[in-house]
T-cell receptor, first 114, second 112 residues
Framework: DAKTTQPPSMDCAEGRAANLPCNHS???????VYWYRQIHSQGPQYIIH???NNETNEMASLIITEDRKSSTLILPHATLRDTAVYYC???????????????FGKGTKLSVKP | NAGVTQTPKFQVLKTGQSMTLQCAQD?????MYWYRQDPGMGLRLIYY???????DKGEVPNGYNVSRLNKREFSLRLESAAPSQTSVYFC???????????FGSGTRLTVV
């Protein structure tokens, strides 16, 4: 399984873009990059995932480098409600059972400040 | 839309007591999961059920049992609770392996 590395914490000013980095230098060709976030003590919330192309949805954009060794989650206009722990996970989509399960690390605590 | 519903939301147990945490999803998802989260830690997988009728151990299964009662429900049982099982427990589900998880709001369990 690809191990991901994220900074433990980041700050962002309200209204500005929040760019959250993730390194996954050992990622294999069939492993997707998933992003989740956990607000306070709630259950984690799915944000976005991608394989090699950049992805965008109503919540965020995911930029994956050409060599796939790192990625960046972009929240285009961060609000106070985006304050949360953000998890980057690399995992294969090609298998069921244990090989498809998501493994959560400690993530990045993003603090959006007024 | 209810999504994933967990009951109870809070529970205090004495060491040695047993209890069952309930989880139900109304999204017709095939796979269901139980995670635990300790302070300052990420989520650790306890058990999962890839489809109705199957269950498998995750990373930290000791001290727990599970039952996939039907496609909607996946319960987690503590037969003899220990203080080390004090944690927040999250249930999750997903429709297929290449889709994201939907999580419940958690059960906060304290074992004294």
């Amino acid at each position: 399984d690809a191990k991901t590395t994220q900074p433990p914490s980041m700050d962002c000013a309200e209204g500005r873009a929040a760019n959250l980095p993730c390194n996954h230098s050992t990622i294999s060709g069939n492993e997707y990059v998933y992003w989740y976030r956990q607000i306070h003590s709630q259950g984690p919330q799915y944000i976005i995932h991608g394989l090699k192309n950049n992805e965008t949805n109503e919540m965020a954009s995911l930029i994956i480098t050409e060599d796939r060794k790192s990625s960046t989650l972009i929240l285009p206009h961060a609000t106070l409600r985006d304050t949360a722990v953000y998890y980057c996970i690399a995992r294969s989509n090609h298998y069921g059972g244990s090989q498809g399960n998501l493994i959560f690390g400690k993530g990045t605590k993003l603090s959006v400040k007024p | 839309n209810a999504g994933v519903t967990q009951t109870p939301k809070f529970q205090v147990l004495k060491t040695g007591q047993s209890m069952t945490l309930q989880c139900a999803q109304d999204m017709n998802h095939n796979s269901m999961y139980w995670y635990r989260q300790d302070p300052g830690m990420g989520l650790r997988l306890i058990y999962y059920s890839a489809s109705e009728g199957t269950t498998d151990k995750g990373e930290v299964p000791n001290g727990y049992n599970v039952s996939r009662l039907n496609k909607r429900e996946f319960s987690l049982r503590l037969e003899s609770a220990a203080p080390s099982q004090t944690s927040v427990y999250f249930c999750a589900s997903r429709v297929e392996v290449n889709y994201g998880y939907t999580f419940g709001s958690g059960t906060r369990l304290t074992v004294v």
